[in-house]
T-cell receptor
């Protein structure tokens, strides 16, 4: 158990819909990262938050957004979903950047 | 730009033997970190080991050790005494650090390891 909690573990939704993925970081970790893993793109960095502030953006689509709340949990919002958004979405957390622990991931299937 | 290369798409090893998974990296930054993760078929990403660029000694964690050769820009993972439960996908990753203290991991394509009884 990495200590990073992600919900839901699995979800199936239709094209055009919107979903929210939730992440609770390890106790004490201030940084939260979101990654997308798909068969064709591999593991792609989406976005990083540190103590509530956005710090780095990667290959995140404009249809996607994220935020980190005062209690340090984070949410990734995916809207106007397309078939190609089907992927495994990971949240990771870190205190110092030297140990970065991942959650179990949220499997998203868009049909 | 920083880059991670894992040249072995698949490897197999006999149970109880040691195996080395290759990873080379490319960066011009003097400060960086190298990570290995294990991803079993269930999907979770399990942190195995970390090596900082200034660490003098190779990192070890139980049966995992990282063979860090800075001049060759390689960070191979060595798994000793392989077990059936080691069968999984293994990813090498490098921490890319930006000004302002934020950072991200960039991942290699992965190596699928199969442990045979």
């Amino acid at each position: 158990d990495s200590g990073v909690t992600q919900t839901p573990k699995h979800l199936i939704t239709a094209t055009g819909q919107r979903v929210t993925l939730r992440c609770s970081p390890r106790s004490g970790d201030l940084s939260v990262y979101w990654y997308q893993q798909s068969l064709d793109q591999g593991l792609q960095f989406l976005i990083q938050y540190y103590n509530g502030e956005e710090r780095a953006k990667g290959n995140i689509l404009e249809r996607f957004s994220a935020q980190q709340f005062p209690d340090l949990h984070s949410e990734l919002n995916l809207s106007s979903l397309e078939l190609g958004d089907s992927a495994l979405y990971f949240c990771a957390s870190s205190l110092d950047g030297n140990t970065i622990y991942f959650g179990e991931g949220s499997w998203l299937t868009v049909v | 730009a920083q880059k991670i290369t894992q040249t072995q798409p698949g490897m197999f090893v006999q149970e109880k033997e040691a195996v080395t998974l290759d990873c080379t990296y490319d960066t011009s930054d003097p400060s960086y970190g190298l990570f290995w993760y294990k991803q079993p078929s269930s999907g979770e990403m399990i942190f195995l080991i970390y090596q900082g660029s200034y660490d003098q000694q190779n990192a070890t964690e139980g049966r995992y050790s990282l063979n860090f050769q800075k001049a060759r820009k390689s960070a191979n993972l060595v798994i000793s005494a392989s077990q059936l439960g080691d069968s999984a996908m293994y990813f090498c990753a490098m921490r890319e650090v930006f000004s302002g203290g934020y950072n991200k991991l960039i991942f290699g394509a992965g190596t699928r390891l199969a442990v045979h009884p």
